[in-house]
């Protein structure tokens, strides 16, 4: 696991000779789960498995989340045992992005505090810095952001882009014994829904917050448009465009899971007509259209029901 254009892929084509797709700039080719060649290090037989990032493809978190959620569910259903989990961080990122911690706590989720005995955390692309900013890099990683995993019995090992490296890393998880996930005995086990389980509810509370700042935000854009001059045609249409904007993305994150209390606010806001004044007769065309599909929706998730 990892964000999109961690070196996934890289890492399972490169440990596997597999022929995987790997991702060019930043844009994701994984955007579903798939699984490597089978191939053997020091005579076991492994399988890797590749995961989407969260929030990097064209699908909703809670759609990802739910795709390697079944996976994982049915492999155990047919007596498959994991040996852990694999999550890589490059090494050459600044900092931590919001996407990065998402991931990352989305893991620690999925596989509750005794599964993380069996999750490697591999820093890769060592090239791309000095060895100094490396491995100061490094040490802030294990005193900050990876310290609760890595006191809980996850590893942090570096990845040096050969299949050497890449097979004592596999060494590594092959050495511990085989475990099932918290994801894994919340579907299967306690017949849970993907927005009931710990990972689920974690990506609908960060999805609520992004919709509560992207509110937050129309109502000062609105506040704003109240007070520019009628006649300051340009500005009006830059806030505008703005709005649209907005608005576009709270159409996306609210497709992406259930309501919460952000959404309600969100619901209750254009109900009463607070936003409508900002565009006039074009945004009662959206109340009409899109806020129908938006609705439908919101109140659709999840799927199954
Ligand atoms: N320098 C360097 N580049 C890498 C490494 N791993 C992946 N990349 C590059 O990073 C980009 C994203 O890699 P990819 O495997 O598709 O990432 P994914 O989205 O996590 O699957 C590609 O251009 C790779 O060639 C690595 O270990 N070192
Ligand atoms: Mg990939």
Same mark, same amino acid.
């Given at each position: 696991?990892?964000?999109?254009?961690?070196?996934?892929?890289?890492?399972?084509?490169?440990?596997?000779?597999?022929?995987?797709?790997?991702?060019?700039?930043?844009?994701?080719?994984?955007?579903?789960?798939?699984?490597?060649?089978?191939?053997?290090?020091?005579?076991?037989?492994?399988?890797?498995?590749?995961?989407?990032?969260?929030?990097?493809?064209?699908?909703?978190?809670?759609?990802?989340?739910?795709?390697?959620?079944?996976?994982?569910?049915?492999?155990?259903?047919?007596?498959?045992?994991?040996?852990?989990?694999?999550?890589?961080?490059?090494?050459?990122?600044?900092?931590?992005?919001?996407?990065?911690?998402?991931?990352?706590?989305?893991?620690?989720?999925?596989?509750?505090?005794?599964?993380?005995?069996?999750?490697?955390?591999?820093?890769?692309?060592?090239?791309?810095?000095?060895?100094?900013?490396?491995? @100061?890099?490094?040490?802030?990683?294990?005193?900050?952001? *990876?310290?609760?995993? +890595?006191?809980? %019995?996850? /590893? $942090?090992?570096?990845?040096?882009?050969?299949?050497?490296?890449?097979?004592?890393?596999?060494?590594?998880?092959?050495?511990?014994?085989?475990?099932?996930?918290?994801?894994?005995?919340?579907?299967?086990?306690?017949?849970?829904?993907?927005?009931?389980?710990?990972?689920?509810?974690?990506?609908?509370?960060?999805?609520?917050?992004?919709?509560?700042?992207?509110?937050?935000?129309?109502?000062?854009?609105?506040?704003?448009?109240?007070?520019?001059?009628?006649?300051?045609?340009?500005?009006?249409?830059?806030?505008?465009?703005?709005?649209?904007?907005?608005?576009?993305?709270?159409?996306?994150?609210?497709?992406?899971?259930?309501?919460?209390?952000?959404?309600? @606010?969100?619901?209750?806001?254009?109900?009463?007509?607070? *936003?409508?004044?900002? +565009?006039?007769? %074009?945004? /009662? $065309?959206?109340?009409?259209?899109?806020?129908?599909?938006?609705?439908?929706?919101?109140?659709?998730?999840?799927?199954?029901?």
């Amino acid at each position: 696991m990892g964000t999109t254009g961690s070196g996934k892929t890289s890492f399972i084509n490169l440990a596997s000779k597999s022929t995987l797709d790997v991702g060019t700039n930043l844009k994701s080719c994984t955007e579903e789960v798939q699984a490597s060649e089978q191939f053997t290090v020091d005579g076991h037989p492994v399988v890797l498995i590749d995961t989407p990032g969260f929030q990097d493809t064209s699908k909703s978190d809670m759609d990802i989340l739910d795709s390697i959620a079944q996976s994982l569910a049915a492999w155990c259903e047919q007596g498959e045992r994991l040996g852990g989990i694999i999550y890589v961080h490059r090494i050459s990122d600044v900092r931590f992005s919001g996407t990065a911690i998402k991931n990352f706590k989305t893991l620690l989720a999925m596989c509750g505090t005794k599964a993380l005995q069996n999750v490697v955390i591999v820093t890769n692309m060592w090239g791309k810095v000095t060895p100094e900013v490396g491995v @100061s890099r490094e040490q802030e990683l294990v005193s900050n952001f *990876f310290k609760p995993a +890595l006191e809980n %019995g996850a /590893l $942090l090992l570096r990845h040096n882009d050969t299949t050497e490296s890449a097979h004592d890393i596999i060494r590594d998880v092959l050495s511990k014994q085989r475990v099932t996930l918290q994801i894994q005995e919340e579907i299967i086990y306690q017949s849970k829904r993907i927005g009931e389980t710990a990972a689920g509810k974690g990506l609908l509370r960060e999805l609520d917050a992004q919709v509560a700042r992207r509110l937050g935000q129309l109502q000062e854009l609105h506040e704003m448009l109240n007070q520019i001059e009628a006649d300051d045609g340009e500005t009006r249409q830059e806030l505008q465009q703005e709005v649209l904007n907005l608005r576009e993305e709270l159409v996306t994150l609210t497709r992406s899971g259930a309501p919460g209390k952000a959404m309600s @606010s969100f619901r209750e806001g254009v109900q009463g007509g607070i *936003f409508f004044t900002l +565009l006039g007769a %074009g945004f /009662l $065309l959206w109340k009409r259209s899109i806020f129908a599909n938006l609705f439908d929706s919101l109140f659709s998730w999840p799927p199954h029901t």
